[in-house]
């Protein structure tokens, strides 16, 4: 298995299905995460899921991609 310990992921689509999934296997694997997709309820209840590491990090970001300043929006939360 890859370990991201220390890697950061910034997932599109997380709210649900696939982007979810993608989000709890890499939180396993030790990656900080950035969350974005339109649902910010739904994301807020992707990183409730994830658990508590207190060596990893977890946000998320309501934001619809198909809108010019999604990605200002996504890179605010990069800083």
Avoid: C
Avoid at 3 to 25: D, V
Avoid at 26 to 51: C, Y
């Amino acid at each position: 298995m890859i370990k991201f310990t220390g890697k950061n992921a910034l997932i599109t689509g997380a709210s649900r299905g696939l982007g979810a999934e993608i989000a709890n296997q890499l939180w396993r694997q030790g990656a900080n995460l950035l969350l974005a997709a339109r649902d910010a309820k739904a994301l807020e209840t992707v990183v409730k899921n994830l658990g508590h590491r207190p060596e990893q990090q977890a946000y998320f970001v309501s934001t619809d991609l198909t809108h010019e300043n999604s990605t200002d929006i996504i890179t605010d939360h990069l800083d």
